[in-house]
């Protein structure tokens, strides 16, 4: 399938929740696909939810295995309508987005989560983790619920711009 563009803020898709895709169809299977293609053609990307790619539906993918402060992890999950069930902990850390390329924020988390969800199986799914999947899952499912790392900052004090390296 296509790796798609990825939306950039201010797009109004971005500000917007997403809406629920209820039962699974093929049109669904292949947002998925174009998630994961996507994600793992952008370099850096853990993970990417379905209104960065101008798609306004709560679907997202996430793999976290090859980030240097990923501990345990899922490996690659695909979700559709996602819903947290549990937080537990709380940790402010610096969030990067794609869609908000030039900034980085301070952002404040569950240090654990249990999500549920569809699979791209349309089965049930449920994930419980931890640590930098669980930051990265909650940062994906904000973006289902139209909100960005910068809505999420500490505060001014916790928005900065992102360095470059070459």
Do not use: W
Not at 58 to 70: N, P, T
Not at 85 to 112: K, N, Y
Not at 124 to 140: D, M, N, P, Y
Not at 141 to 162: C, E, K, N, Q, V
């Amino acid at each position: 399938m296509p790796v798609r563009p990825v939306i950039v803020e201010p797009d109004p898709v971005l500000s917007r929740a997403a809406a629920a895709i209820g039962a699974l169809s093929d049109a669904a299977r292949s947002l998925a696909v174009d998630l994961v293609d996507t994600m793992y053609a952008s370099p850096a990307c853990v993970g990417l939810a379905a209104p960065q790619i101008g798609v306004p539906l709560r679907a997202f993918a996430l793999d976290v295995g090859g980030h240097k402060l990923a501990g345990a992890n899922h490996g690659r999950i695909v979700m559709f309508d996602p819903v947290v069930a549990e937080r537990s902990g709380s940790e402010v850390a610096r969030e990067g987005c794609m869609s908000v390329p030039h900034l980085t924020c301070d952002v404040s988390r569950a240090g654990a989560v249990v999500v549920r969800g569809l699979g791209v199986d349309g089965q049930s799914l449920t994930i419980e983790a931890v640590g930098f999947e669980a930051r990265a899952i909650q940062h994906e499912i904000d973006h289902l619920d139209g909100m960005l790392i910068i809505d999420r900052a500490t505060g001014p004090r916790g928005i900065f711009p992102r360095k470059i390296y070459r």
